[in-house]
């Protein structure tokens, strides 16, 4: 609907909605279904991320399959949460 300072009519309204309507139809871009199922693959989406996390096998030690780097110190074989340099500098600010 263009902008206006008057409301349209309502029966022209409800024309240029049936106009509307059957262009739509004849293009074929009518689908009822639509938003429901562009909801439903984001949710596949993020199930499926979840599924992946949960299906490491939590029983391996740690330390031998971590492969990446610390973002506090940059040495190979732990995590930022688990570096060893953390505790000396909370130690060093007190």
């Known amino acids: 609907i263009e902008s206006r300072d008057e409301l349209p009519i309502p029966e022209n309204l409800k024309i240029?909605?049936?106009?509307?309507?059957?262009?739509?139809?004849?293009?074929?871009?009518?689908?009822?279904?639509a938003m429901f199922a562009r909801k439903g693959?984001?949710?596949?989406?993020?199930n499926t991320r979840r599924a992946?996390?949960?299906?490491?096998?939590?029983?391996?030690?740690p330390d031998t399959t971590f492969k990446f780097r610390c973002h506090?110190?940059?040495?190979?074989?732990h995590k930022a949460i688990?570096?060893?340099?953390?505790?000396e500098q909370h130690t060093k600010r007190r």
């Open 52 to 61: 992946t996390n949960k299906s490491v096998d939590k029983t391996e030690d």
């Open 41 to 46: 693959k984001l949710n596949v989406k993020r």
């Open 16 to 33: 240029k909605i049936l106009d509307e309507n059957t262009t739509r139809r004849q293009r074929g871009q009518v689908d009822d279904h």
């Open 72 to 77: 506090r110190c940059r040495k190979i074989g």
């Open 82 to 87: 688990d570096c060893p340099e953390k505790d």
